[in-house]
Nanobody, 127 residues
Framework: QVHPVESGGGSVQAGGSLKLSCAAPGVGFNTYRTAWFRQAPGAEREGVAAIMPTGLTAYSDSVKGRFTISQASDKNILFLEMNNLKLADTAMYFC?????????????????????WGQGTQVTVSS
């Protein structure tokens, strides 16, 4: 069983930056695909970015060019570097992992394609 734990959330002004981290104690991510999702109050959970063990990445259009997903060299920590943050980025951010690799093309960032979830870390962007 994989239990991701997120950290690094906080409050920041618009235009600022934050870096989120995610680790799964006792588990390395080298055999898992991993991703970041977010959920604002009253909204559905949406995919933000994903990374495969090969290093291949995918981003939602809303964060492309501003956010970067990466893993530590030992594959034990997942990062999300967020730059030029906007008010619309305010949400609870969740780390997800899965070791199933048969995903319909174009659906990688759908929440139903991810099995293991963290508890989330809050990101609040203010003006």
């Amino acid at each position: 069983q994989v239990h991701p734990v997120e950290s690094g959330g906080g409050s920041v002004q618009a235009g600022g930056s934050l870096k989120l981290s995610c680790a799964a104690p006792g588990v390395g991510f080298n055999t898992y695909r991993t991703a970041w999702f977010r959920q604002a109050p009253g909204a559905e959970r949406e995919g933000v970015a994903a990374i495969m063990p090969t290093g291949l990445t995918a981003y939602s259009d809303s964060v492309k060019g501003r956010f970067t997903i990466s893993q530590a060299s030992d594959k034990n920590i997942l990062f999300l570097e967020m730059n030029n943050l906007k008010l619309a980025d305010t949400a609870m951010y969740f780390c997800a992992a899965d070791n199933r690799f048969h995903v319909v093309p174009g659906t990688l960032l759908n929440p139903e394609n991810w099995r293991y979830w963290g508890q989330g870390t809050q990101v609040t962007v203010s003006s």
